[in-house]
């Protein structure tokens, strides 16, 4: 899809918050972050934080029920992300925060954001619980973080999502270990696996397709691929259950415009990845 195009769709599809078709509405909260990730959507620093006054009367006009997801940059770097997550929760939404989990190494605040009324907590675990990993794909060497992330989340009760990008040549003996992780935990009941999209800041590892991560999958599951259900399956990404659990995987691009739509700066509610891939952001 051209740039053109994907910009031509999400100026035709752009809504005032209170007409709101979507599900999920994902908000830049700020473009800071404390990570510099080899593979990065939005790796563009400049961007300033979106208002907090401002952002509450998003939340007035947007009808109740959405799934507010805070997203970076790195949300966790906002000083007040407890009150926006309380703020949005007051109007009615249910408060997401994407995180890379470095600040969720500490208990007391994750407590915090959930006594501010966090929901779900999506950790990011590219390199599982191998500190080389994280240096070859987010350059910092930060496995023991993340561990108490996944941990600190688990004692608070949190609902959590687990998000691996998965590398090809790289991390993909990686997915295992981290599967028997999340089938051990209670409160994780998602887990996403997700290819290099090419976008912002990436490797140039050769993305996996679809059947591949299907199989990596598979394989970490111990299970035989033939026997995953391909009802939920599209064209982009195949979503299913193991358990308890809810399994996603996504290839790029994932344009999911019937489910996830994006604030932006002009106050107005648009196709999330169509943004993007149209490079909207300057990424």
């Known amino acids: ?40 959507y939005v790796p563009n620093r400049s961007v300033p934080d979106l208002d907090a006054r401002w952002l509450s009367s998003i939340f007035a006009r947007l009808p109740k029920g959405r799934f507010v997801r805070f997203v970076g940059g790195e949300p966790t770097l906002r000083n007040d992300l407890a009150e926006l997550i309380h703020d949005a929760r007051s109007h009615g939404h249910h408060p997401v925060v994407l995180s890379n989990g470095l600040r969720f190494a500490d208990r007391a605040y994750v407590r ?10 999506y950790l990011s675990f590219n390199g599982g619980f ?22 600190n989340l688990r004692a608070e009760h949190l609902f959590t999502s687990i998000g691996m990008i998965v590398v090809r040549g790289v991390n993909e003996h990686e997915v295992k270990p981290v ?9 994780v009941r998602e887990f996403h696996l997700r290819s290099i999209g090419a976008m912002g800041r990436y490797m140039e590892n050769p993305p996996l397709t679809l059947d591949e991560l299907l199989e990596v999958f598979a394989g970490a599951a111990g299970i035989d691929p033939g026997s995953i ?9 195949h979503d299913f259950a193991l358990g308890r659990q809810r399994i996603q995987l996504t290839v790029w691009p994932d344009l999911g415009s019937e489910t996830r739509g994006r604030l932006t700066p002009e106050g107005m509610i648009a196709p ?10 300057g990424y």
């Open 1 to 40: 899809m051209s740039a053109t195009l994907v910009q031509s769709i999400s100026v035709e599809r752009t809504y005032a918050p209170e007409m709101c078709p979507y599900e999920t509405v994902i908000i830049d909260v700020t473009h800071r972050c404390n990570m510099t990730c080899a593979n990065c």
């Open 112 to 121: 915090s954001l959930k006594e501010a009324g966090l929901q779900i907590a």
């Open 130 to 151: 191998d500190d080389e990993l994280y240096w070859v794909i987010d350059e910092m060497r930060c496995a023991e973080k993340k561990r108490l992330a996944f941990e």
């Open 179 to 187: 599967l028997d992780a999340v089938r051990r935990s209670r409160n």
């Open 229 to 237: 259900s391909r009802n939920e399956r599209t064209g982009s990404s």
């Open 272 to 281: 999330f990845m169509e943004h993007v891939i149209a490079n909207e952001g």
